[in-house]
């Protein structure tokens, strides 16, 4: 098998990127090794409370329960008392679809006098 000349720069280019995952993430290469049985990157499952997320994204608080509950925030439930948490990564969400709408239509988002957009 022949490679092309830009086939092979593409190749090393990608091999470029997949070391650069697999530095800030070595849980993918233990897991690809088997030495891991499950894989969830940090990155996805951190949390703020409700407090937090309302501070994030200048609203009160039951404006982030009804975003939880419009599917527009994802949160989970902590043992023992089963406090809101809501999840980082879902509130940057937010934060962008709010910015990319600044100038378009509204949506749920920014519905009702609200401040998160």
């Not at 720069?9 to 470029?16: G, I, N, P, S």
């Not at 997949?18 to 993430?25: G, W």
């Amino acid at each position: 098998m022949r490679m092309e000349i830009a086939e092979l720069k593409e190749a090393v280019e990608l091999a470029k990127e997949l070391k650069a995952i697999l530095t800030e993430t070595p849980e993918i290469a233990q897991f690809l090794n088997g030495e891991m049985s499950a894989f969830v990157p940090e990155h996805c499952y951190r949390l703020m409370t409700v407090s937090q997320a309302a501070e994030a994204l200048c609203v009160n608080q039951n404006r982030i329960r009804e975003y939880v509950n419009q599917g527009l925030l994802e949160c989970i439930y902590t043992p023992p008392v089963s406090h809101m948490k809501i999840t980082v990564q879902s509130v940057n969400r937010l934060i962008q679809k709010c910015r990319s709408n600044k100038g378009g239509e509204k949506d749920d988002v920014g519905a009702d006098n609200t401040r998160a957009c």
